[in-house]
């Protein structure tokens, strides 16, 4: 059971390049989420979907965008890097969005750029 | 707007004592949930407990308890017998109830703590 992955683990991108991050999970939850975690801080949220098809801005969406065109994949989209978007990125999922409903983390993706 | 405070950015316990990190929240809505994770050095974030608004009962999980003060606004962490498998970042986060297109959970920004042998 893998629950939730992230591909890739690592990457460093050059000012002005563009990447793909992407999000998987295997337990047909219906929310997915997108976090970045800068030092000394908690998790900020960029975006997030409730479902196939839809997506949402967080509360740091400016500089990413993402997409939802299957359940079970979320993918983050940079399309021009930023030194500020240097930080951790956190996938998550969830089965639905009600308060008590625990949200799965992935491994994170440690993004430098230069 | 809801928000989360912890108010300690580090924490040095000895090892087998207990442990309690402060969180307090803030929010309008009288139905919400509040989490707690553990993030140690290997960067993945683990679940530890949960408590929500009309929970009667304080939430326990092992040597986790949480003490929901609801009139205050708090939710500590309480950890029984700290081991050093206990030192990481500990985050507390809230969400609020419902289906709206807002549903979401915010983290506080952290308390790391750290267990003496």
Redesign the interface.
């Known amino acids: 059971n893998a629950g939730v992955t992230q591909t890739p683990k690592f990457r460093v991108l050059k000012t002005g390049q563009s990447m793909t991050l992407l999000c998987a999970q295997d337990m047909n939850h219906e929310y997915m989420?997108w976090?970045r975690q800068d030092p000394?801080?908690?998790?900020?949220?960029i975006h997030?979907s409730?479902g196939e098809g839809t997506t949402?801005k967080?509360?740091v969406p400016d500089g990413y965008n993402v997409s939802r065109l299957k359940k079970q994949n979320f993918l983050l989209g940079l399309e021009s890097a930023a030194p500020s978007q240097t930080s951790?990125y956190?996938c998550?999922s969830s089965k639905?969005?009600?308060?008590?409903?625990?949200?799965?983390?992935g491994?994170?993706t440690?993004l430098t750029v230069t | 707007a809801q928000k989360?405070t912890?108010t300690q950015?580090g924490m040095f316990v000895q090892e087998k004592e207990a442990v309690t990190l402060d969180c307090t929240y803030d929010t309008s809505d009288p139905?919400?949930?509040l989490?707690w994770?553990k993030q140690p050095s290997s960067?993945?974030?683990i679940?530890l407990i949960?408590q929500?608004?009309y929970d009667q009962q304080n939430a326990t999980e092992g040597r986790y308890s949480l003490n929901f003060q609801k009139a205050r606004k708090s939710a500590n962490l309480v950890i029984s017998a700290s081991q050093l498998g206990d030192s990481a970042m500990y985050?507390c986060?809230m969400?609020?109830?419902?289906?709206?297109?807002a549903?979401?959970?915010?983290?506080?920004?952290?308390t790391r703590l750290s267990i003496r042998p």
């Open positions: 989420y976090y000394g801080m908690g998790l900020r949220l997030y409730v949402a967080g509360e951790v956190f998550a639905t969005g009600l308060a008590g409903v625990e949200q799965y983390f491994p994170g440690r | 989360i912890q950015p139905s919400y949930g989490f994770y960067g993945e974030m679940f949960y929500g608004s985050f986060a969400r609020e109830a419902g289906y709206s297109s549903s979401k959970i915010i983290f506080g920004s952290g």
